[in-house]
């Protein structure tokens, strides 16, 4: 089968692939879904993947730009996200 640009992940027909995983990677797998959810598990997490790729992407085309961000406003945004306090002696 020919890859098709015109599908985001996630979407199009199903197409089977050989995949190679340790052994303790497959047994954990199998261990949380079962031998049928294996291929929907993995679907799952390369689709994840991609997102952090995207999103990697995204920042380093944002700090080619704007530079680096401000590690004081990074800890008090995630502090606000988190509803917890931005850490004590973090570098501003």
């Known amino acids: 089968m020919t890859e098709n640009p015109d599908f985001p992940p996630g979407d199009g027909p ?4 050989s995949v190679s ?19 929907a598990y993995l ?5 994840r993947q991609i997102e952090r790729d995207n ?16 590690p004081g406003a990074v800890a008090d945004k995630r502090a ?6 931005p850490e004590t002696g973090s570098a501003a």
Not at 14 to 17: L, T
Not at 62 to 70: I, L, Q, R, S
Not at 80 to 85: A, F, H, R, W, Y
């Open 80 to 85: 606000k996200l988190t509803s917890s306090p």
């Open 14 to 17: 199903s197409s089977g692939i």
């Open 43 to 47: 679907e799952m997490a390369a689709q």
């Open 21 to 39: 995983l340790t052994a303790g990677t497959l047994r954990a797998i199998r261990e949380r879904v079962g031998k049928r959810g294996v291929s």
């Open 55 to 70: 999103l990697d992407e995204l920042l380093a085309d944002f700090e080619k730009v704007n530079g680096p961000a401000d």
